[in-house]
């Protein structure tokens, strides 16, 4: 090792908190006058926000480049599936009502919803989702969506929501999409039942914290959906948000990409902590709005 410096740009420090810290290393042996080592000399470098924001692009560019693709393959299967819905349509009203052959379109149909919903699912993860935005209040929104999503199960949920929640600005159907397939996950992680707990509160965000796509805005509205459930094994959670990844069998693998997407598109950011055996939490921040909410018919059933 005479002379020799040694660079090592992956060294990985685990604070007790679970944090993670990349350091980029340099090291050199330290001699005596005879050439004995006698200890080490080194310099590192805490490139843990580097590395991230590395990871950040490389993930939206994954994201924008499959959401090209998506888009193109969405439009056209959705111009199909209009043929097909129709023809079926047609067929139902000839046929009794009674008849086998009405129970088969019936079920056709079934499909057809399934196959559109999914179609849906790639038109909104592409470019051409944009959201159709609003001033509401999220609290109303997190919970009939959260209560819908857990219809029929044998999950406890329990709500910490503050009373004077900031507006935002966003599209309802997108954002209610989000919490729909984050609360289908859990549910799905809790098969012998378990517990959910939802916070949403007012936030600050230091500015060092925001993803490169956010601009000047520190104002957000954090959603908090934390499950009991069986975790996520640490290889794996860096790529939860990636297209057409899954750990289900039956899983398409867009239901956190496009959550992802959605996000995003809001000029909000969504992150995930979890423990194997513990559960998963998974956090969204969305841009709090200085505007006020005109339409409170909603807020009422909630309130």
């Not at 209560?147 to 910490?160: A, E, P, T």
């Not at 979890?274 to 409170?296: E, H, N, R």
Request: proline share 3%.
């Amino acid at each position: 090792l005479r002379g020799e410096t040694i660079s090592n740009p992956t060294d990985y420090v685990y604070a007790t908190d679970g944090t993670v810290y990349v350091y980029d290393t340099i090291k050199r042996p330290l001699r005596n006058k005879s050439g004995k080592i006698i200890g080490l000399l080194g310099i590192s470098r805490d490139v843990t926000e580097k590395v991230k924001l590395e990871a950040t692009i490389q993930r939206n560019q994954k994201l924008e480049s499959i959401g090209i693709l998506a888009g193109g393959i969405a439009h056209d299967f959705n111009n199909l599936l209009a043929g097909i819905f129709g023809y079926i349509e047609i067929a139902l009203n000839l046929c009794p009502e009674n008849s086998n052959i009405t129970l088969y379109l019936k079920k056709a149909l079934s499909a057809f919803n399934r196959a559109k919903a999914l179609t849906i699912q790639l038109l909104t993860f592409s470019k051409g989702g944009a959201p159709i935005k609003k001033i509401i209040n999220l609290k109303p929104l997190l919970m009939a969506n959260v209560q819908f999503s857990l219809s029929g199960s044998n999950i406890s949920v329990h709500y910490n929501i503050e009373d004077d929640l900031w507006m935002t600005e966003v599209d309802e159907n997108q954002v209610g999409q989000v919490i729909d397939n984050i609360v289908i996950n859990a549910v799905q992680a809790m098969p012998a039942g378990g517990n959910l707990v939802v916070t949403a509160k007012n936030t600050i965000v230091n500015s060092k914290q925001l993803p490169i796509h956010q601009n000047t805005e520190n104002r957000f509205v954090q959603i908090s959906l934390k499950d009991s459930g069986i975790g996520i094994p640490k290889d794996l959670i860096t790529r939860i948000f990636d297209p057409f990844f899954s750990t289900k069998q039956k899983g398409t693998g867009l239901g956190l990409s496009t959550a992802f997407s959605i996000i995003q598109k809001h000029r909000g950011f969504i992150d995930v902590e979890s423990s194997v055996g513990v559960g998963s939490t998974f956090i969204i921040y969305l841009p709090a709005s200085d505007k006020q909410m005109t339409d409170t018919s909603v807020w009422e059933e909630f309130k």
